[in-house]
């Protein structure tokens, strides 16, 4: 199993008060799916998602992600799993400005320690996959919005992760641009890639394979879709 969270808990302490965000949650995910977690505003998505991406801690529970208990990792080795393992899509791109679409995607691979002809290689390949190798030198400001959240799954792909996490990757598309999107995610998928798409938006839940929804902080249902079974 890829990722296995049992029984976890996250509260926020604010002052003498501990607000519950997340209550007795338990997730398996296997490689190869495609994952939606839905949820209103205030849900407790946004911090899963953080949990997930090591980009946060549980208060209680495990978390073990191929095998490994991310609880006990220091934060040098969270870093490093969060830059091989996990591939993040944002919803506002998260593109520096002043760099090409093909150095926007060698970031990761710099600070993994690839040398010079290798992250060339495997960015370009990787903005291939995306359909954008003719737009590899081009800044964001030069792209469309699509072509920019195109760019940020290339960077998401480029380190080869074992899960591509996307924090509601259309929000900031126009509808047929978020369509295209969806396209490529389910085109990925078909490649082998494992998908968890964080959203609120049912229509973007409902081209994964299996939605979990989240309400108050709990688990409210965990069902396959059934327009994709």
């Known amino acids: 199993m890829l990722i296995e ?4 808990d996250k509260d926020y302490v604010m002052g003498d008060i501990v607000v519950p965000a997340l209550m007795d949650i338990n997730i398996n995910i296997a490689q190869n799916e495609y994952v939606a977690i839905m949820g209103p ?17 549980p208060s209680r529970g495990e978390y073990l992600f191929n095998g490994v208990d991310v609880n ?8 490093i799993m969060r830059n091989k393992e996990i591939g993040f899509i944002f919803q506002t791109f998260n593109l520096l400005p002043k760099l090409s679409s093909l150095h926007n995607v060698e970031l990761p ?10 992250r060339f290689e495997r ?15 081009h800044k964001p400001s030069e792209l469309s919005g699509g072509q920019r959240q195109r760019v940020a ?12 996490l996307a924090d509601e990757p259309t929000g900031a ?18 490649e082998g890639n494992t998908l968890i798409v964080i959203t609120h938006e049912r229509e973007i839940a409902e081209y994964s394979r299996r ?12 069902e396959p879709n059934p327009k994709k079974i």
């Open 5 to 8: 969270i049992k029984k976890l």
């Open 211 to 222: 939605i979990i929804y989240i309400k108050d902080g709990r688990i409210f249902s965990d």
């Open 109 to 118: 691979l710099i600070y993994a320690g690839y040398s010079k002809d290798e």
């Open 72 to 79: 006990s990792l220091d934060d040098d080795h969270l870093s």
């Open 173 to 190: 598309l126009d509808s047929k641009t978020g369509v295209e999107i969806m396209a490529l995610f389910d085109e990925l998928h078909r």
């Open 41 to 57: 505003s205030g849900s407790g998505k946004s911090t899963l998602m953080n949990i997930l991406g090591c980009l946060d801690t």
């Open 153 to 164: 799954v290339a960077r998401a792909l480029v380190t080869k992760p074992g899960i591509l």
């Open 123 to 137: 960015a370009r390949e990787a903005l291939r996959r995306v359909g954008l190798e003719d737009r590899m030198m």
